[in-house]
Nanobody, 121 residues
Framework: QVQLVESGGGLVQAGGSLRLSCAAS????????GGWFRQAPGKEREYVAA????????YYADSVKGRFTISRDNAKNTVYLQMNSLKPEDTAVYYC??????????????WGQGTQVTVSS
């Protein structure tokens, strides 16, 4: 199992941008699907985005499509989530995750501890 550590969260005004990073260690991360999930207070965890090991295939939730971009740098064992045009409803704890299988949300078995993103109106 890989270990994942997120960074880049913070407080931003609506319309602003943030870039989250997820650094992996302890395994061959380049063979994993990388993903981002988020959970707001009182809400279920939401599957936000994912990227295949090669970077050729991506998934986005409808709620972030066109505003968020997931990418990865396998040489750095890092997955990124560029978040633009942020809205107050994007406020949540964002978790990085890795899957050794598919992009199916239930296949993600490795998780980071999360980073808080707060968008003020």
């Amino acid at each position: 199992q890989v270990q994942l550590v997120e960074s880049g969260g913070g407080l931003v005004q609506a319309g602003g941008s943030l870039r989250l990073s997820c650094a992996a260690s302890g395994g061959s991360f380049k063979s994993y699907v990388g993903g981002w999930f988020r959970q707001a207070p009182g809400k279920e965890r939401e599957y936000v985005a994912a990227i295949s090991w090669s970077g050729d295939s991506t998934y986005y939730a409808d709620s972030v499509k066109g505003r968020f971009t997931i990418s990865r740098d396998n040489a750095k064992n890092t997955v990124y989530l560029q978040m633009n045009s942020l809205k107050p409803e994007d406020t949540a704890v964002y978790y990085c995750a890795a899957s050794r299988a598919t992009m199916f949300k239930d296949d993600f078995g490795s998780w980071g501890q999360g980073t808080q993103v707060t968008v003020s109106s």
